[in-house]
């Protein structure tokens, strides 16, 4: 008889890597365990931020899974979207205060888009979901779970366009979930209850949609790849054309946030009834 499997041993494959599961990965703090866990992202020193929507609600951990930093602010007062761009600034929904609060790496605030618990119908933000930015510093800001719109800033905050609406249609939304800037500049929109991707050219021009996703989480490309999660539960790994290529299983109730690192590593934000960040170390090719 077969000896029983560690959890950490679990491995799977994406079809084009194989990974060792490792969950929990972050490890025991004085902060004790992570609450409802929203999204996380990587920055340039392979830390991963973790959003969780309690405070403090950015937390910091090195590469081996310590945490390094606990951090807050007053504007704060729930999380939902992170991005790190190639700059580390780092970029933070904040849903229920209708804003996007970003920072520079020493924690100062850099800017602020939307205003502070004033939401707007149809204009930024009414709780607005997610975060991307492009090479060039424009910013796209999934907005929601008041609204149904994309809106596009650029670097210095000024409002360029906005985009959507209510409905099922080509570039209309409901619940625009995840956005994602690809490497060819396409935005990429994960319309969460439509059960679809919208993917559009920088000026918000529609271009196209990829089905065969059970509503679409968050997304994450590294260049070469797309990953998306699923309220299934579990983690797809698509091509640069939206083609599933193969799918892999997560551990909580659902995955509710995807980031990588440069390793080739993914992590997960799992939620319930156990919240925590699970890595995917990859071991080698499929």
């Known amino acids: 008889m077969a000896p029983p499997v560690a959890p950490n041993t679990y491995r799977m494959t994406d079809g084009e890597s194989t990974y060792q599961m490792m969950r929990p990965?972050?490890?025991?703090?004085?902060?004790?365990?992570?609450?409802?866990?929203?999204?996380?992202?990587?920055?340039?020193?392979?830390?991963?931020?973790?959003?969780?929507?309690?405070?403090?609600?950015?937390?910091?951990?090195?590469?081996?899974?310590?945490?390094?930093?606990?951090?807050?602010?007053?504007?704060?007062?729930?999380?939902?979207?992170?991005?790190?761009?190639?700059?580390?600034?780092?970029?933070?929904?904040?849903?229920?205060?209708?804003?996007?609060?970003?920072?520079?790496?020493?924690?100062?605030?850099?800017?602020?888009?939307?205003?502070?618990?004033?939401?707007?119908?149809?204009?930024?933000?009414?709780?607005?979901?997610?975060?991307?930015?492009?090479?060039?510093?424009?910013?796209?800001?999934?907005?929601?779970?008041?609204?149904?719109?994309?809106?596009?800033?650029?670097?210095?905050?000024?409002?360029?366009?906005?985009?959507?609406?209510?409905?099922?249609?080509?570039?209309?939304?409901?619940?625009?979930?995840?956005?994602?800037?690809?490497?060819?500049?396409?935005?990429?929109?994960?319309?969460?209850?439509?059960?679809r991707i919208q993917v559009f050219d920088r000026e918000g021009r529609f271009l196209e949609e990829w089905g065969d996703v059970l509503r679409p989480m968050d997304i994450w490309s590294d260049g070469r790849s797309i990953f998306v999660t699923e309220q299934s539960p579990r983690l797809a790994r698509l091509d640069m054309n939206g083609r599933v290529q193969a799918r892999l299983r997560t551990f909580g109730v659902y995955p509710h946030g995807v980031s990588g690192d440069v390793e080739g590593n993914l992590f997960i934000a799992e939620q319930g009834p156990t919240h925590c960040v699970t890595k995917y170390q990859r071991i080698g090719s499929a």
């Not at 992202?41 to 899974?65: K, W």
């Not at 991307?132 to 907005?143: E, F, L, P, T």
């Open 25 to 195: 990965w972050q490890k025991p703090s004085a902060h004790g365990n992570v609450g409802v866990i929203s999204q996380l992202a990587v920055d340039s020193r392979g830390y991963v931020f973790v959003l969780q929507r309690t405070a403090p609600h950015v937390l910091v951990y090195d590469r081996d899974g310590n945490l390094e930093r606990a951090f807050d602010h007053p504007q704060l007062p729930t999380g939902h979207g992170i991005f790190i761009d190639s700059k580390d600034r780092l970029y933070v929904v904040s849903y229920d205060a209708h804003q996007v609060l970003v920072f520079d790496r020493e924690f100062q605030l850099l800017m602020e888009l939307g205003r502070f618990n004033m939401p707007s119908w149809g204009a930024p933000f009414s709780h607005p979901t997610d975060v991307a930015v492009a090479a060039d510093g424009d910013i796209y800001v999934s907005d929601g779970y008041g609204n149904a719109h994309v809106h596009r800033f650029d670097k210095t905050g000024r409002h360029l366009s906005t985009w959507g609406g209510v409905g099922c249609g080509p570039g209309q939304f409901s619940t625009p979930h995840g956005v994602w800037v690809l490497a060819d500049e396409r935005v990429a929109v994960c319309d969460r209850d439509n059960e």
